[in-house]
């Protein structure tokens, strides 16, 4: 039998003394594509019930991961340091957003294509964020640097729950969008969101678990959205 995992809520952060607070609001908010039925019950855009694709943080070996965070950070090279600060500063969307904006020129998209895009794009995030964030607070699973062990992080570590990770649920859905908008760049977007997620160990701030299962459940709520695209006849360019 594993033993309990730390509570976010249960321990301060690095320096400080008291455990953190944090705002759990965004896990309770409207969804667009998804549906909640009840408390903790989920359907996807046609009705049908929802596994999840990601792990029960009980079942993870947490010592493991807190020894890969120390070691990553210990071995850390300039390249992953400009990985974790790329990723790590401004929105992941907004890079993701600019993508959409230069693929849709390179084919000549006009404006209601564009718009149509964004829509299915940004509504998937969102979704993608509020079953993040509802995880995150029902899990309550600490970072690294709730562990009592001097971290010399590449970016400071944000105040609420780690698992599982948000750049990771974001880029895991991104990526499911992207690449059937633009089949062409379903391979390049993959290795970036995978970047993406990984940055967050390079950055010390996520255990590698966080962004390994993250990725997996945005993957799965992507591919709903997809499904409901190409139920709408949502136009694929570059095939």
């Not at 609001?25 to 594509?33: I, V, Y």
């Not at 940004?122 to 079953?131: E, R």
């Not at 940055?199 to 299962?213: C, P, Q």
């Amino acid at each position: 039998m594993r033993t309990p995992y730390r509570k976010w809520s249960a321990y301060p952060y690095q320096g400080e003394q008291v455990p953190p607070v944090g705002l759990a609001e965004a896990g309770s908010w409207e969804l667009f594509f998804l549906k909640r039925k009840g408390m903790n019950e989920f359907t996807d855009p046609f009705g049908r019930p929802i596994q999840w694709a990601i792990k029960d943080p009980n079942e993870i070996n947490w010592n493991e991961e807190m020894t890969m965070v120390q070691r990553t950070l210990l071995t850390s090279n300039p390249q992953q340091a400009q990985i974790a600060t790329y990723w790590g500063t401004g929105e992941l969307t907004e890079k993701v957003t600019t993508t959409i904006y230069r693929l849709g020129g390179a084919y000549r998209l006009g404006s209601p294509d564009i718009a149509r895009m964004l829509a299915y794009y940004h509504s998937a995030v969102h979704d993608t964020c509020v079953m993040t964030w509802y995880l995150k607070y029902l899990w309550d699973v600490a970072r690294p640097n709730q562990y009592g062990v001097p971290l010399q992080t590449v970016l400071f570590t944000p105040r609420f729950p780690g698992y599982p990770s948000a750049h990771a649920t974001i880029a895991g859905c991104s990526e499911e969008i992207i690449g059937y908008l633009f089949p062409q760049q379903k391979q390049q977007m993959r290795m970036n969101m995978e970047q993406a997620a990984i940055s967050r160990l390079y950055a010390g701030v996520h255990f590698k678990v966080d962004n390994d299962e993250g990725l997996r459940l945005g993957r799965q709520i992507g591919k709903m959205v997809v499904n409901v695209m190409k139920e709408n006849g949502v136009k694929t360019y570059g095939r």
